[in-house]
């Protein structure tokens, strides 16, 4: 068996429909370069050891990065909903 597989033919030996191929890859499920890679003629194709590695994973690659937030605020909103401001009063 070849590596990298069409969509058509990777749905024929898995039984997957095309459609369910093409919505796991659009939704991330496969991961682009691990389960899936574009041919340098930009056609889709699976890559069957990434695909096997993802089955035995359980259906997860690749830890999800832990997105750090930018803002360099001090103060917390958390006391919005209790009529908190997070915005010192006014001077009267």
Known sequence: MMRFLTIEKFAKETGYTPDAIRSKIRDGVWP??????KAPDNRVLIDVKGYELWVVA???????RRVVSKSRSC????GAGRGLLSSPQPLT
């Open 58 to 64: 359980g259906g997860v690659l690749k830890k999800p």
């Open 75 to 78: 103060t917390k909103a958390s």
């Open 32 to 37: 682009q370069d691990e389960v899936w890679a």
